[in-house]
Antibody, heavy 120, light 106 residues
Framework: QVQLVQSGAEVKKPGSSVKVSCKASGGTFNSYTISWVRQAPGQGLEWMGR????????NHAQKFQGRVTITADESTSTAYMELSSLRSEDTAVYYC?????????????WGQGTLVTVSA | DIQMTQSPSTLSASVGDRVTITCRANQTISSWLAWYQQKPGKAPKLLIYKASSLESGVPSRFSGSGSGTEFTLTISSLQPDDFATYYCQQYITYWTFGQGTKVEIK
């Protein structure tokens, strides 16, 4: 059974960075992609970016250009999402999600979510 | 960018009702559309992929249809466990979600 387990909640100051991890178990880490999706309080879902671990290639939504870095460590089956220059509007629950295969697909497994609070 | 618009934003229904949610794309996405269910404090759950394919383990009362720019999610007989928020998602060009439809108790 595939599981994605994320790191714990974070409280950050405006202007700082946060790095959230997503450890996968079950399945084969290099046979799928990992995306990051966030959800601000009371709001909808927003795709941020993705990585294909076997190739090490990543893409991100234009909105996060220059602020988001998505990486993966195949040796530990862990993906990471780092968001810099944090502002209050980045307060949200951040999810990792699996896309089976390497092409664009729906997300069949999700992490439990990590709450990131940005506050002075 | 591909924009996804769901309607209605909120839907009030009773147990046993047939419920339909609509999702429209601002350009054609063929059948590259998924539907998710999300309950408060939980991660989304995949229900339907490729517009009409039921994800394994999802009850058959859920169904999806459509292609091109207009899609629907139907719950044939609403159950107590189905009160939640539903999102559509396109995945022909990266990923974009609709704004969500909350299904609440009437």
């Amino acid at each position: 059974q595939v599981q994605l387990v994320q790191s714990g909640a974070e409280v950050k100051k405006p202007g700082s960075s946060v790095k959230v991890s997503c450890k996968a178990s079950g399945g084969t880490f290099n046979s799928y992609t990992i995306s990051w999706v966030r959800q601000a309080p009371g709001q909808g879902l927003e795709w941020m970016g993705r990585i294909i671990p076997i190739f090490g290639t990543s893409n991100h939504a234009q909105k996060f250009q220059g602020r988001v870095t998505i990486t993966a460590d195949e040796s530990t089956s862990t993906a990471y999402m780092e968001l810099s220059s944090l502002r209050s509007e980045d307060t949200a629950v951040y999810y990792c999600a699996r896309g089976p295969g390497y092409v664009l697909t729906a997300f069949d497994y999700w992490g439990q979510g990590t709450l990131v609070t940005v506050s002075a | 960018d591909i924009q996804m618009t769901q309607s209605p934003s909120t839907l009030s229904a009773s147990v046993g009702d047939r419920v339909t949610i609509t999702c429209r794309a601002n350009q054609t996405i063929s059948s590259w559309l998924a539907w998710y269910q999300q309950k408060p404090g939980k991660a989304p759950k995949l229900l339907i992929y490729k517009a009409s394919s039921l994800e394994s383990g999802v009850p058959s009362r859920f169904s999806g249809s459509g292609s091109g720019t207009e899609f629907t999610l139907t719950i044939s007989s609403l159950q107590p466990d189905d009160f939640a928020t539903y999102y559509c998602q396109q995945y022909i060009t990266y990923w974009t979600f609709g704004q969500g439809t909350k299904v609440e108790i009437k």
